[in-house]
């Protein structure tokens, strides 16, 4: 069995970054101040419905909404519920009259629900997304599964297989080009379309906040994390993670692992603002000529 403890993930603090409190804390040791911070993280898609990708194939209109309600799941993404804690159960050591206790069984979640929450879209992208998969997996009157029609007309099977999406869930330091955690979400499927949005009273005018919850086994260990390394370079600026590693606390196998990655997403993760180059202004540079050096980011 490999090494799993922390070979991808940041390394747990030194001795010098503790917080000294027994005597009179020195508070002009600020490397001891670098706590966990919560608030970044980010999801990716792996694997998307196979039946739904079919039917894309051929209809513009369910390819339009595949692809909105993905983006909207990755670009939109503001955080997630449902990760729980590991935990042990008591094994009861006794001699009948005395008795301690010491770690039984250990158990962590397997399946689980994880809820994300959206503001919904004009056009009802993410409604009308889930109850376009709920009603093809299975007809809500009669029960059956048809895939809209794709197990009839023989172009896909019966399976689980071709229902679920992955998804890969990272946790990041403050830079976000440091890994904290990951987790697989194995055979996510979501399992309640909203259609509740549409209750209204008359001149009660605002948005609507959407909770979507996928059904998912949650995944934890050392492969997830390599290849959620490898995720985070790809979708970060050239060599980021790469650089970042050795300064940021990861191990050599981190800077070495993201710095395999030569080709980067399309749309890659600029966390300074100031670097964004906005619609508007890549029209103003093509009009007057300048060099083709901006790229739009979304």
């Known amino acids: 069995m490999g090494q799993y403890f922390n070979d991808y993930t940041k390394k747990p603090v030194t001795a010098a970054q503790y917080s000294m409190m027994r005597g009179v804390t020195d508070f002009t040791n600020a490397e001891q101040l670098n706590m966990f911070e919560s608030g970044h993280g980010m999801i990716i898609i792996i694997d998307r419905p196979k039946f739904i990708e079919k039917i894309a194939e051929k209809d513009k209109d369910v390819a339009n909404l595949l692809e909105n309600f993905c983006n909207i799941l990755e670009y939109e993404f503001r955080g997630l519920d449902g990760i729980d804690d ?27 629900d994880i809820t994300m929450r959206f503001t919904e879209k004009s056009g009802s992208t993410i409604t009308k997304f889930i109850k376009y998969y709920l009603d093809g997996v299975r007809d809500s ?22 229902e679920v999406f992955n ?12 890994l904290e955690a990951a987790y697989l979400l194995a055979n996510a ?77 399309d749309h890659q993760i600029h966390w300074q603002s100031q670097q964004y180059k906005y619609k ?18 979304i």
């Open 167 to 178: 998804l890969l869930y990272l946790v990041t330091d403050p830079s976000g080009l440091g």
């Open 189 to 265: 499927w979501p399992n309640s379309a909203k259609t509740n949005i549409y209750n209204m009273e008359k001149g009660s005018i605002e948005t609507k906040e959407i909770d979507v919850t996928f059904k998912c086994f949650v995944l934890r260990n050392q492969e997830i994390d390599k290849r959620a390394v490898k995720m985070l370079a790809y979708i970060n600026q050239d060599n980021a993670v790469a650089n970042a590693a050795s300064k940021n606390g990861s191990s050599e196998e981190v800077a070495a692992l993201a710095g395999q990655i030569n080709e980067y997403d």
């Open 86 to 112: 590991i935990n042990a159960e008591d094994l009861i050591y006794t001699d009948g009259i005395s008795e301690l206790a010491g770690v039984g069984k250990v158990t962590e979640q397997s399946n689980s």
């Open 141 to 162: 009157r009669t029960q059956i599964k048809h895939y809209h029609g794709l197990i009839a007309d023989g172009t896909l099977a019966l399976g689980f297989e071709n």
């Open 280 to 297: 508007g202004l890549t029209k103003i540079s093509k009009a007057y000529g300048e060099s083709e050096t901006i790229t739009e980011q």
